[in-house]
């Protein structure tokens, strides 16, 4: 050990200087056992304070990540929240579902039935034909009350009879 130590620490050179000789005091066979179960807590005192606090602290953010990427995920399937109500549309039923079809390039047949309005629809994608009807049901007083839809040979078109009362 330096000078420096020994002038500047000299309780540290004696707790040095017992520990050495306690050591030395132990059998070939001690020393062994006395190492070997050192290394065993350093291992123990490396898993259970080092290893296993990271792998936790890791689980838990990419569970903080599945998290945020779902909630992402529907905030933007649920679109822009907008304070302005949709302009609600006013008329017989025909006029209401021919405009809201038009918005949506579904081009449908009208026939009036009692209460509502008979609508066709020989060909429209499957998306144009349901948000078609999401406006319908959220701009004017008339509610869906039986659809029947058919797959047509072209992947994601459908035709569809759709009849609307109030």
Request: hydrophobic content about 45%; overall charge positive.
């Amino acid at each position: 050990m330096s000078d420096f130590l020994r002038t500047q620490l000299p309780t540290l050179d004696a707790g040095l200087s017992r520990t050495g000789n306690w050591w030395q005091a132990r059998s070939p066979r001690e020393r062994t056992m006395l190492a070997v179960l050192g290394a065993l807590i350093a291992v123990v005192v490396l898993v259970y304070g080092v290893v296993k606090p990271i792998q936790g602290a890791r689980a838990a953010a990419l569970a903080d990540i599945r998290t945020y990427e779902t909630l992402n995920a529907r905030i933007r399937a649920a679109g822009s929240l907008s304070a302005v109500k949709p302009q609600r549309r006013t008329g017989a039923p025909e006029t209401i579902a021919t405009q809201s079809a038009g918005a949506f390039g579904v081009a449908l047949t009208t026939a009036p039935i009692p209460g509502g309005v008979r609508a066709s629809v020989a060909d429209a994608s499957y998306d144009s034909l349901v948000h078609w009807l999401a406006d319908v049901t959220t701009t004017s007083d008339l509610r869906i009350q039986r659809v029947t839809l058919q797959r047509l040979a072209a992947p994601g078109h459908v035709s569809a009879m759709v009849e609307l009362g109030q």
